[in-house]
Structures are given as C-alpha cells and as structure tokens.
C-alpha cells in the first residue's frame, strides 16, 4: 500500500472528524440532546481529559490546567511516534491490514489533538449559547481546548429489578460513553490489529519462513560441494 493512499485516509477520517465537531460546536447548546433514532442520539459533550473524561488531576496531585497541558503534551509526542511508525511500516512494504490499521489510529489522534490544541483559541463558550467560530472571545488558550464528543448510543436505557441485591432499582444504560469520530478511528485500527493480528503482522513471519529456507538452502548445497570431491 502506498504512502499517498495512506494519506488520503487519514484526510478523509479528518475531515468528517472536523466537519462533524465544527458543525455540532456551532449549532448546539453544551448538553443539548437531538434523538436520531431510540437507539442512537447526537449528544454535545465536552471532554477536558483522557478517555471517558479521565483527568491528570484525579490521579495525581496536580491542578486541572497542569493536567491538561501534561496530557496535550503527551498527545502530541504519541502522535510524533504514530507518524514515525506509519512512514517506517509504508517503507517497508508491510502489510496492507497494518498499514490501514496503523493510518486510522494517527488520524484518530491527530483530530483530537487538534481540538486540544486550537480549540480553545478559535471558539467561545458553549454554556448556555451556541459557540461562534474564530470567536473575539475564545475560551481558553492554546493547549487548553476540549475535545467535542457527540455520538451517543444508548442501545438500552433501564433499571435494575428491584429483586436484585445492591444495584436492584438503580438505573443502567448501555452503552453510556459518547465520543467522535476521530474515537472511533483509533478504536477501530486498534481493533483490526487484535482481531487481525496475524494477517497485519504476517508479512515479517513470512519474510523470516523465506530467509530461514534460503539458510537451510545453502547449508545444505555448501554439504554437498564439500562431499563431491570425496566421491572422486
């Protein structure tokens, strides 16, 4: 698989990831549910942290802004080694899986660092209004954005029987965490490299099968040539 092929699908993942932020940032309320289908609403969130909202700061002793720019810094370094990894495996000619898988996840992450980066910069507020892009009055800073999260799949939306010890009337939702599209880019390159774990890797098993019999090849022709002599 070729590198510009590569590139292409990371511009497509990109785009659709930022049109769909960009749309939902200027078009809804922070909060604000529209019902698709029962079973699938676009619901605008805002996620400060790591996955399913996780902060620096709730595990270490740190504020919230340290965490965060802790965190950006951190995503940007991974995607610095993401791109090294994906130019590395397209030279090489690795597999055409890993090279799919490996594309998905640098684009994952490179839309959401953008959001990270430059959100904060180019919006205003989301609370209580409909956020202006390129805003006088932006929220935040650079290095200081939220990532925007807006697809929301609560497949099922009810309570615990009441019969049932400790959760009984409680309420349950599946699947609860809403997230973007740039999110379902890395989840699905790193699901096709577990599930096709051998298919994405499989090329260097190959190669190693390939050198292994070229080894025992010449072994063996380097036994005969030394045998002809002797039955002379």
Do not use: C
Not at 15 to 24: N, P
Not at 178 to 191: L, P, Q
Request: hydrophobic content about 45%.
């Amino acid at each position: 698989m070729r590198l510009r092929y590569s590139l292409l699908l990371i511009v497509l993942v990109l785009l659709i990831d930022q049109i769909t932020k960009i749309y939902v940032k200027t078009h809804f309320v922070l909060g604000e549910p529209v019902e698709v289908f029962s079973w699938f609403k676009i619901l605008f969130i805002e996620n400060e942290g790591a996955a399913w909202g996780t902060k620096l700061s709730d595990i270490l002793p740190i504020s919230d802004s340290a965490g965060k720019l802790i965190l950006t810094i951190f995503r940007l370094f991974a995607i610095v080694g993401i791109g090294y990894w994906l130019y590395d495996i397209v030279a090489k000619k690795a597999s055409k899986t890993l090279i799919i898988s490996v594309s998905l996840i640098f684009a994952g992450a490179f839309g959401n660092i953008i959001d990270s980066v430059f959100y904060g910069v180019i919006f205003d507020d989301s609370y209580n209004q409909v956020a202006t892009l390129f805003s006088d009055e932006p929220y935040g800073s650079i290095f200081y954005g939220k990532v925007v999260d807006m697809l929301y799949f609560p497949m099922i939306d009810t309570t615990w029987p009441e019969w049932m010890p400790f959760i009984g009337g409680n309420d349950f939702r599946f699947f609860e965490p809403v997230f973007n599209i740039a999110d379902t880019a890395i989840s699905t390159g790193v699901g096709i490299l577990i599930v096709f774990n051998k298919k994405a890797f499989g090329k260097k098993e190959k190669d190693k099968e390939v050198i292994s019999e070229q080894s025992v090849q010449e072994e063996q022709q380097e036994q005969q040539e030394q045998q002809e002599p002797q039955n002379i």
